[in-house]
């Protein structure tokens, strides 16, 4: 009995510092945590982002309430680093895809997946069209209230050659082929939400004059974000225009359900052959991307001389001879 109860004081006795000792711990990692410090409270992905970035967690202003910190505090850190804490590593900004680039990504990779797609190539002389621009350009102002540009000469062009090549209006529905007899028209638009594609309805019943006015209408829209789910369905063929930006040639992707899809391209002058003489011209590179289970090699290479022809007579357009 003496010995027990001269032990027991003694474990009492040992035992109170250990206490004290762990409860001084406890608010050391209570601490911590609050401070961000704790890189076990980290996820992985923010944990991650942190070391490859060569950073110290504590440093990072946290904005949940509990002090934990997102990836986007760390992303915000690192679009404003202070100067002491500026690495020479590469920086990543990671955005998360929109809406509507996603449905652009999504129906391109499905066009590429679905159709048998290829694409035959031509030039076109612009003098001729350019020249009636040139010299139409006050009086097609003072009557429609727009300018004459190029995209008019285009869909004329394209849809005469549609009548006569209705393969490439058509398009594939399961099992059947779908021959249309209405030609709407889209027009590839870029805005800074990405490119989308408003459609000039019955653009063979237009004149000059509406196609321009309906083109800067739709283009005004698009980069309002004001476009209707009826301005950007029903398409039966599509034109873009990545001349606008400065492309000298490309393969455009068929915009599904349809079969074909015209590329301009940006005009430069170039030395030509004409007459056995060699001339300066301002020349155009044309591509016809379409839909190989559809229309055939024969329909394809008519249809886009079709166009050349067209454009290098503009007469032909405006009065129909």
Known sequence: KATNGSTTPNKTTSEKPVKEEVKEEEKQDVTSSANNQDTNKLSPAVKKLIEENDLSADKIAPSRPDGRLTKGDVFNFLNNPSPATTTSKEREEVVKMSKIRKTIATRLKESQNTAAILTTFNEVDMSEIMNVRESKKED???????????????????VTSLQEFPAVNAEIREEN?????????????????????????????????????????????????????????????????????????????????????????????????????????????????????????????????????????????????
Do not use: W
């Not at 097609?140 to 394209?158: H, N, P, Q, T």
């Open 140 to 158: 097609f102002m003072e009557r429609y209230g727009v300018k004459l540009g190029f995209m008019s000469f285009f869909v004329k062009a394209v």
């Open 177 to 321: 082929i779908i021959y249309k007899n209405h030609f709407d028209i889209g027009i590839a638009v870029g805005t800074e939400k990405g490119l989308v594609v408003p459609v000039l309805k019955d653009a063979d019943t237009m004149t000059f004059g509406d196609i321009e006015q309906r083109i800067v209408e739709l283009s005004t829209k698009a980069k309002e974000g004001s476009l209707t789910m009826d301005d950007l369905t029903g398409g039966t063929f599509t034109i873009s225009n990545g001349g606008v930006y400065g492309s000298m040639l490309s393969t455009p992707i068929i915009n599904r359900p349809q079969s074909g899809i015209l590329g301009m391209h940006n005009i430069q002058k170039r030395a030509v052959v004409l007459d056995d003489e060699i001339v300066i011209r301002p020349m155009m590179y044309l591509a016809f991307s379409y839909d190989h289970r559809i229309i055939d090699g024969k329909e394809s290479v008519g249809f886009l001389v079709s166009i050349k022809n067209l454009l290098e007579n503009p007469s032909k357009l405006i009065l129909g001879v």
